[in-house]
Antibody
Framework: EVQLVESGGGLVKPGGSLRLSCAAS????????MSWVRQAPGKGLEWVGR??????????DYAAPVKGRFTISRDDSKNTLYLQMNSLKTEDTALYYC?????????WGQGTTVTVSS | DVVMTQSPLSLPVTLGQPASISCRSS???????????LNWFQQRPGQSPRRLIY???NRDSGVPDRFSGSGSGTDFTLKISRVEAEDVGVYYC????????FGQGTKVEIK
């Protein structure tokens, strides 16, 4: 069974940092592009960014609101995806989902909540 | 960025009746390979999103055949032939042809 389990969310002050993790199982992780999508409380879905498989270059792309502050990485030996979030703003408060694919997004985790507040 | 505009934003439906959601993009979603990367997602209350439809009209495994997707270019539609109670939730279109963007969501509720 394909499964994605996010962790690492929590409460952080504006300007702070947080690293989210996504543990993947049930599919060939190292061949799969991966994405992060977020959802602010009571709002819609917002694509955060993606990372290609190493075979496709391993490069990353980011949405404008997070570019330069967020970094997506992967450890294929651990089947784990990461989202390093720096210089956090109150508007980054959201439920963060890990998903498979770069745009197809067929499988989603349950999400982990990030709250940025003083 | 490509703007995805859904309508209506709220859709009260009678059980057993059809429902239709429109999604329009600010640019053509036909990629250079000729494929249109338009997905539809369902988010039931308290749950993660679930993909229903990919590349305009392809149903994901396990998705009931009462769901169908259609459209081309900049104009797309998700139809539910007969709404059931389990269909309550928010539906999002999403394009992957350009930098991925989602529509605002359409809330489907039972009258």
């Amino acid at each position: 069974e394909v499964q994605l389990v996010e962790s690492g969310g929590g409460l952080v002050k504006p300007g702070g940092s947080l690293r989210l993790s996504c543990a993947a199982s049930g599919f060939t992780f190292n061949n799969t592009w991966m994405s992060w999508v977020r959802q602010a409380p009571g709002k819609g879905l917002e694509w955060v960014g993606r990372i290609k498989s190493k075979a496709d270059g391993g490069t990353t792309d980011y949405a404008a609101p997070v570019k330069g502050r967020f970094t997506i990485s992967r450890d294929d030996s651990k089947n784990t995806l990461y989202l390093q979030m720096n210089s956090l703003k109150t508007e980054d408060t959201a439920l963060y989902y890990c998903t498979t694919g770069g745009w197809e997004l067929p499988v989603w985790g349950q999400g982990t909540t990030v709250t940025v507040s003083s | 960025d490509v703007v995805m505009t859904q309508s209506p934003l709220s859709l009260p439906v009678t059980l057993g009746q059809p429902a239709s959601i429109s999604c329009r993009s600010s640019q053509s979603l036909v990629y250079s390979d000729g494929i249109t990367y338009l997905n539809w997602f369902q988010q039931r209350p308290g749950q993660s999103p679930r993909r229903l439809i990919y590349k305009v009209s392809n149903r994901d495994s396990g998705v009931p055949d009462r769901f169908s997707g259609s459209g081309s270019g900049t104009d797309f539609t998700l139809k539910i032939s007969r709404v059931e109670a389990e269909d309550v939730g928010v539906y999002y279109c999403m394009q992957g042809t350009h930098w991925p963007t989602f529509g605002q969501g359409t809330k489907v509720e039972i009258k």
